[in-house]
């Protein structure tokens, strides 16, 4: 069955490090992967797209990778502040099917 | 900068109680979806609308949940009767994209 695996439930860093959240899935050939910022009690907020033909997607501190051999995603907050603090999303998507991984909690302290 | 609606923000039932949920998509927004999302899992779609017909609905479990979008905008999720297991965060999402959904703030629901 598909699965996607986001890698740890918790990611605790300090403030101005870099921040790595990895996606995982297994039998399922996405065309494109997405990153989504969830706060609290809050609606998902669309952060980066990219498409399966694409290597690497940049937008100010962030970068998003995708490995389609690996079958991973990386998500990467550089420069990180307490701000970036939430639970970030990894959802795969093929024609209309999106599914979403359980997300990983990222706490940034000063 | 345009939003998806959603009301109500919280509701509390009783189990046995019918509930519904409202969504106002991004005006233009052709595809509307209904996600529930429990506790430290992502979310889960319900039912996908493109204009007002259903296009996957297969995860609803229809015999206590219903959704409708009949003029093609907004949208209606109700449940009845509502059970224990229920309780969860209701999302929904609207997109001119398939690829970038764009979600509203959620309906909190707890079932006592």
């Known amino acids: 069955s598909q699965k996607i695996e986001q890698n740890s439930e918790a990611l605790n860093i300090q403030e101005g490090k870099t921040a790595t959240l990895t996606c995982n899935y297994t039998n399922y050939s996405p065309a494109y992967l997405q990153w989504y910022r969830q706060d609290p009690g809050r609606g998902p907020v669309f952060l980066l797209l990219i498409r399966e033909n694409e290597k690497e997607k940049r937008k100010e501190r962030l970068k998003v990778t995708f490995d389609t051999t690996l079958k991973q995603s990386l998500f990467h907050i550089t420069a990180s502040q307490p701000a970036d603090s939430a639970t970030y999303l990894c959802?795969?998507?093929?024609?209309?099917?999106?599914?979403f991984g359980a997300g990983t909690r990222l706490t940034v302290k000063p | 900068e345009a939003e998806v609606a959603q009301s109500p923000r919280y509701k509390i039932t009783e189990k046995s109680q019918a509930v519904a949920f409202w969504c106002d998509p991004i005006s233009g927004h052709a595809t509307l979806y209904w996600y529930r999302q429990i506790l430290g899992q992502g979310p889960e779609l319900l039912v996908q609308f493109q204009d007002e017909s259903v296009v996957d609905d297969s995860q609803l479990p229809k015999d206590r949940f219903s959704a409708e979008r009949l003029k093609g905008v907004d949208s209606t999720l109700k449940i009845q009767p509502a059970e224990l297991g229920d309780s969860a965060m209701y999302l929904c999402?609207?997109?001119?994209?398939?690829?970038?959904?764009?979600f509203g703030a959620g309906t909190r629901l707890s079932v006592l």
């Open positions: 959802a795969l998507g093929n024609n209309n099917d999106m599914r």
């Open positions: 999402a609207s997109s001119s994209d398939p690829a970038i959904q764009y």
